[in-house]
């Protein structure tokens, strides 16, 4: 049985940085695409960030230009570099990978805490 461990949340000051991290473990990366999803105290879940298997990433609007994905395939490893945060961003953050071809094989993390906060 596969998991996804998330890692790299914390509390940073507005404007500040975070890279978060998502380790696959009983599950190889190559054939999902890895997403990054958000929720908010009292709001629905969103998604973030998407990357495939071939690389072509897609962001939110609320973070395009601050906010990038990437994937390492040897590390079974997935990141979501976080730059220029805002108090808004704040979230339990959740990492998600999604079989390609397969819709009813989806992993999830158990989330990482960001808070952007003075």
């Known amino acids: 049985q596969g998991r996804l461990v998330e890692s790299g949340g914390g509390l940073v000051q507005p404007g500040g940085s975070l890279r978060l991290s998502c380790v696959g473990f009983g599950v190889t990366f190559v054939p999902y695409t890895m997403n990054w999803y958000r929720q908010a105290a009292g709001k629905q879940r969103e998604l973030v960030a998407t990357?495939?298997?071939?690389?072509?990433?897609n962001y939110d609007d609320s973070v395009t230009g601050r906010f990038t994905i990437s994937r390492d395939e040897p590390k079974n490893t997935v990141y979501l570099q976080m730059n220029s945060l805002k108090p808004e961003d704040t979230a339990v953050y959740y990492c998600n990978a999604q079989h390609a071809r397969l819709r009813d094989l989806a992993y999830w993390g158990q989330g990482t805490q960001v808070t952007v906060s003075t």
């Open positions: 990357i495939t298997s071939s690389g072509r990433t």
